[in-house]
């Protein structure tokens, strides 16, 4: 409550006590403007009575809001996905597909028997081929056009063989070709050096074997016994596994219009809870050309520095090792 004795302050007081300029009292009065020269326009006051300069500031743009964003999930690095990005491509999602096929009780028969089982062949190329499937429907269901970078897990046991794909869904930035998804295993390294060679990849090729090593005879027996000699039986079984195995690879790569199959991975050894069945598991990436012509990509040198033994003859070669 005021002092009715207390004089009131003027309105000089008024400034020098809250330090204000001259007319800058915020009252219901307005401030009368400043007179301006005539070769200049008047400045328009901003709020709280401060000028604004005569360049204007221009406008913020809006943040994107969570429809426009594109959420992402993928598990290629960093350096992957700005490659990826180099040549016009996008990662879209992560993609699996699965499938465990049973084999018959008598797939792998007991030793002695020799030659292929075929059940156990055709109960792995079930496995993978329902995968493969699986994972290219995850890929058309999520946008993409292929799926690069696949991980590829085939488990063979006694009464099953499992088949497990994980990769990355891609397609081009601006939408682009349709169709059949493909399914690779290739890198995203690879995927541009294809890509920039004039290649397509097309699908995820596939062959196995199972060969069962026949019993040795008696007088293999008596050799190994007195002397090193080469265990045929064995021999023989895992290059009857390899041919059949690459046999069927080239067939699934033929079924899909391929050129050729590249970075083809393989698995060659006796199984571990049948040590008489040789098994041979390989796969890789059906590929065609998909220009007129192959475009020739010049090499490019690169010199890693994320090495320690590089480093250290890089810099004996310079005369700077300590």
């Known amino acids: 409550m005021s002092d009715p004795d207390k004089p009131a302050m003027s309105r000089e007081e008024l400034d020098r006590l809250f330090n204000t300029p001259q007319g800058m009292v915020h009252d219901k009065t307005p401030a009368a403007p400043a007179p301006s020269s005539p070769s200049s326009p008047p400045e328009p006051a901003g709020q709280g009575g401060r000028h604004r300069s005569d360049h204007h500031s221009p406008p913020r743009p809006s943040s994107p809001t969570r429809g426009d964003l594109h959420q992402v999930t993928s598990d290629l690095t960093i350096d992957e996905t700005l490659l990826l990005h180099s040549i016009d491509w996008e990662?879209?999602?992560?993609?699996?597909?699965?499938?465990?096929?049973?084999?018959?009780?008598?797939?792998?028969?007991?030793?002695?028997?020799?030659?292929?089982?075929?059940?156990?062949?055709?109960?792995?190329?079930?496995?993978?081929?329902?995968?493969?499937a699986r994972i290219r429907d995850d890929c058309s269901a999520a946008g993409g056009v292929g799926v690069i970078g696949v991980d590829v897990d085939f488990q063979v046991h006694r009464h099953t063989v499992q088949a497990v794909l994980v990769g990355t869904a891609v397609r081009p930035a601006g939408g682009g070709r349709g169709g059949h998804p493909f399914v690779s295993d290739l890198t995203v390294r690879d995927f541009l050096l294809l890509h920039n060679a004039g290649w397509e990849p097309l699908g995820l090729a596939f062959g196995a074997s199972f060969v069962q090593v026949p019993y040795r005879t008696i007088g293999t027996v008596f050799k190994q016994v007195t002397a090193n000699t080469e265990m045929t039986n064995l021999t023989e079984a895992m290059y009857q596994a390899r041919e059949q195995g690459m046999e069927r690879l080239q067939s699934s790569a033929i079924g899909m219009g391929a050129q050729g199959v590249v970075a083809v991975q393989y698995s060659d050894r006796p199984l571990p809870f049948a040590s008489h069945v040789i098994g041979f598991t390989s796969w890789g990436t059906a590929i065609r050309l998909s220009g007129e012509s192959h475009?020739?990509?010049?090499?490019?040198?690169v010199v890693a520095m994320d090495d320690a033994g590089d480093l250290f003859d890089l810099q004996g070669a310079m005369g700077t090792k300590e």
């Open 91 to 132: 990662p879209v999602d992560m993609v699996i597909g699965a499938s465990v096929a049973a084999i018959p009780t008598m797939g792998f028969a007991g030793a002695g028997w020799a030659g292929a089982t075929d059940q156990s062949a055709q109960a792995f190329t079930s496995a993978v081929a329902s995968a493969v």
């Open 295 to 301: 475009r020739y990509v010049k090499p490019r040198m």
